[in-house]
Structures are given as structure tokens and as C-alpha cells.
């Protein structure tokens, strides 16, 4: 596994960075225009609760395409309060942000994997999503089977 | 951020070309919201097809820019969403989607002409 990249996130242009990125990277390993969306508006969602709950965080970007299919995973980390109540915050309709509630159980819908880890002090939340079909073959093999592209 | 808010006859046109950080949102919403009150426009549209993310707090600052414009008179109709953002709406959660939409520019200005021939037809009572 490469970490690609860790952003930091202290602003709003933080979160508007680490969405571009992730998106980017999905792009680049030949997700789909569905998936790229949807990730990248799951790295918004995260990113912007470490700014309204703990202030300040990170978000790590890493590729984890191995021989099977291509693969994206996105840690985002800070250290605020926590979630006190974990169980009601993945709740549809629940928010103390001043959000549409839709924040937490909306984001884990538009992923494959989603993990989350909070205690006072540190939160850390991970998503991954995964490509069905490798992202490209190499060059090579297109050269064998006799077809440019 | 500032984004340019044109009139055309009774409606407003404004489309958003770049990604919004979240104070740029609530500049947008204010501007035009002022925008509204000086130019009395009777129709807004706000063409959203560069977007390549509408999250949850932006799609909150849509919603509620349109039933701030209802409140003053202004009929809202957003239009251009990609795809791709319109599913990823519909997957967090339906509660996000709450305004008036079209597929495109053409699509929205028929469609603000039709809201407000609707309104002006209630208002005669027919």
C-alpha cells in the first residue's frame, strides 16, 4: 500500500483540496465517473466534520491497487472531542452541526467499506472503495494480442 | 468568490463555474438573495453543471436559497446536475433534494415561465 498523499485539514479550501484529490486519484486508476463523484463527495463530508467538531485534522489518501482490482482507501483523523454517541450519529436525520442529518449514514452508503473509530481526543474514520475490473492493463499485453490502443 | 448573478428580463441567471468552498456557498446564497431584492426578479436559475460534488451542505445551501427566494417572491429552478451528482444525492439521502430542477438552461427558463404563469393564474383565481 502507497500513501499518495496527506492533506491537512485547518480550512475550508482544505476540504475543497482533499475532495479534488481523492478524485483525482480515483480517475487516474480508472473508477468511474459514478465512483469518482461519490467518493469525492465522501472525502467532503469527512473532511468537513473535522473542521466543524475538532477544528483541525488530516486526511491520508492511498492507493491499494493490487492484482485484482484497483483500490482507493481515505483516512481522515483528528484529534477533537469524539463522537459521543456513535450509535445515534450514524442515524439518518441526526445531527448537532446544523446539517441535514445526512452527514455519517449518507457518506457510509456511497462507499464499499467504511470504519469508523472515535474516542475523546481521536477520530479516525476509513473508506475504501474498490473497482470491480483491474483499472488498465498493461500496454504490453495489448501489444501481444496485436490491437494498439 | 465572487459569482456573477446576470438579469434576463424577470429572471435571474447564475451559474456556478468553480468549486465552492463553503463560505464561498453562503457568499453566493447572500449575494443573491440581494440580488433579488434589488432587481425584484420574479424567476431565479441557477445553472449547476460544473459541479462535480454537491455534498450535503451544499445541497442544504440550495434548498434553502430557494425557499429564501420563495419567501420574497422568487420562483428557484436549478438545473444541469451531472449524473453522477444526482445519484450520489439520491444514495446519501433523499432528504437532500428538495428543489425545483431541469435538465438544462433552456429547460429551467421554460420552466420559471411556467411557475410563474401558474402563480399569476392563482392569484386571477383560475
Not at chain 1, 475543497?16 to 467532503?44: H, I, P, W, Y
Not at chain 2, 424567476?43 to 445551501?61: K, N, P, Q, W
Not at chain 2, 445519484?87 to 411556467?114: C, F, Y
Request: net charge negative; hydrophobic share 40%; glycine share 8%.
Amino acid at each position: 500500500m502507497r500513501e499518495l498523499k496527506t492533506i491537512s485539514i485547518s480550512q475550508d479550501q482544505d476540504v475543497v483540496a482533499a475532495r479534488a484529490a481523492s478524485r483525482e486519484l480515483a480517475k487516474s486508476l480508472g473508477f468511474g465517473a459514478a465512483d469518482q463523484t461519490r467518493l469525492a463527495t465522501a472525502v467532503s463530508e469527512l473532511t468537513r466534520n473535522i473542521l466543524r467538531y475538532a477544528k483541525k485534522g488530516e486526511c491520508h489518501i492511498e492507493d491499494e491497487t493490487d492484482d485484482l482490482r484497483a483500490g482507493i482507501r481515505v483516512v481522515v483523523e483528528d484529534q477533537g472531542p469524539g463522537i459521543p454517541d456513535l450509535d445515534r450519529a450514524m442515524e439518518d436525520g441526526f445531527t448537532t452541526g446544523g446539517g441535514l442529518g445526512a452527514g455519517l449514514p449518507g457518506t457510509k452508503r456511497l462507499v464499499h467499506d467504511f470504519d469508523i473509530q472515535s474516542r475523546p481526543g481521536h477520530t479516525k474514520i476509513s473508506i475504501r472503495m474498490f473497482s470491480k475490473k483491474r483499472a488498465a492493463a498493461p500496454k504490453a499485453l495489448y501489444a501481444i494480442a496485436g490491437r494498439s490502443r | 468568490m465572487t459569482i456573477p448573478i446576470l438579469k434576463l428580463h424577470d429572471t435571474l441567471l447564475t451559474s456556478i463555474q468553480v468549486e465552492l468552498t463553503d463560505d464561498d456557498a453562503l457568499e453566493f446564497q447572500a449575494d443573491v438573495l440581494d440580488k433579488i431584492r434589488t432587481t425584484e426578479a420574479e424567476g431565479l436559475v441557477i445553472d449547476i453543471t460544473a459541479l462535480e460534488v454537491v455534498d450535503s451542505y451544499l445541497a442544504r445551501i440550495l434548498n434553502d436559497t430557494a425557499t429564501m427566494a420563495k419567501l420574497l417572491g422568487t420562483e428557484t429552478v436549478i438545473c444541469g446536475m451531472q449524473p453522477a451528482v444526482s445519484l450520489t444525492l439520491v444514495e446519501m439521502g433523499r432528504q437532500l433534494i428538495g428543489v425545483e430542477s431541469a435538465l438544462n438552461l433552456d429547460q429551467a427558463m421554460e420552466k420559471v415561465e411556467i411557475l410563474l404563469a401558474e402563480r399569476a393564474n392563482g392569484e386571477r383565481g383560475l
